[in-house]
């Protein structure tokens, strides 16, 4: 596949502040890209820079072969935006909403494409409905359909199901997914974790840099122990009693149960000894890591070196 877009040792200054430290990565065509991170991480910066909206402190990326800085202009018709806030017109319809921005691309004779978009998003039956009365889901649909009018090759969405109901963000990324499966490019940003599961690979990221870019396959692979799922009527009790055992390398809290960390080569026979020794603890068994598991460790592994 050819790449159709690379970012080379790139990083941003907001006055003394380190947005972006020496972020380097590349995306093929027709790719899902997830970069998945908490807030302040520098997943909208990032994408401010690959839609030419910033120029990088240092470091340069290109984008379907041009840069950038020098060539933003020409970009214009060949990519799409969709920002973290709704920004289309509240008092206009869906259909006014897509005509508006047809016309700012310069696209003629586009209502076969409309009339795709309505239905490909299921808006068609809601194309004459005020935008502001849209529902959080619909108005990310409605982002979307304005994003494609142009076609572009490459679409770049900024953390479009932040806030949206979980039913609308699995609508959302199923629209995802067949658009991916037309050869269009996908660089979205999302603080869910279990987004990225939906993704062909994932940048993790924190502070600014890079700490992990591959598949989600490839990134489970990297987890450093064998793990065990503890359900407890106490966690927090249980969560205290395990960090202070020396052959648990680490525990964390997911809801109502416990995730906990033993070293491969450790006999584990002692921690599924736990339910019968421990007050509280009902059930352990040994589970998969999850992302979340994986990106908390890279986190702990990072700020101990």
Avoid at 63 to 89: A, E, H, N, R
Wanted: glycine letters at 8%; hydrophobic letters at 35%.
């Amino acid at each position: 596949m050819s790449t159709v877009l690379e970012i080379k040792e790139a990083s941003f200054l907001y006055g003394m502040t380190k947005a972006l430290d020496d972020v380097s990565f590349e995306v093929k065509k027709g790719e899902t890209f997830g970069m998945i991170g908490p807030d302040g991480a520098g997943k909208t910066t990032l994408i401010r820079l690959f839609c030419g909206l910033l120029k990088p402190s240092s470091g340069n990326c290109t984008v379907l072969g041009s840069d950038t800085v020098k060539d933003k202009y020409q970009l214009i018709p060949k990519i799409g935006y969709l920002s973290q806030k709704f920004s289309l017109y509240t008092d206009m319809t869906v259909s006014e909403n897509i005509n508006f921005f047809a016309d700012i691309h310069k696209v003629r004779n586009y209502s076969a494409k409309k009339n795709e978009l309505l239905e490909f998003t299921g808006l068609s039956n809601f194309k004459d409905r005020l935008a502001g009365a849209l529902s959080g889901g619909m108005k990310q649909k409605l982002a979307l359909s304005c994003t494609l009018i142009h076609t572009p090759e490459i679409i770049f969405l900024d953390e479009p199901t932040n806030g949206v109901d979980p039913v609308a963000r699995r609508d959302f990324w199923k629209i995802l997914k067949d658009i991916s499966k037309q050869g269009v490019s996908i660089i979205i940003s999302t603080p869910y974790i279990d987004e990225a599961e939906k993704c062909d690979r994932v940048a993790f990221m924190n502070r600014g840099s890079l700490i992990a870019c591959d598949t989600p396959a490839g990134v489970k692979s990297r987890y450093r122990y064998k793990l065990f799922e503890i359900v407890s009527l106490d966690v927090q009790n249980t969560k205290t009693l395990l960090e202070k055992c020396d052959r648990i390398s680490t525990v964390q809290i997911f809801g109502n149960t416990l995730h906990a960390g033993t070293e491969r080569s450790e006999d584990d026979s002692f921690i599924k000894d736990l339910a019968g020794k421990v007050e509280g603890v009902m059930r352990i068994k040994e589970i998969k890591p999850s992302l979340e598991d994986v990106f908390i460790d890279l986190l702990e592994n990072r700020n101990s070196i």
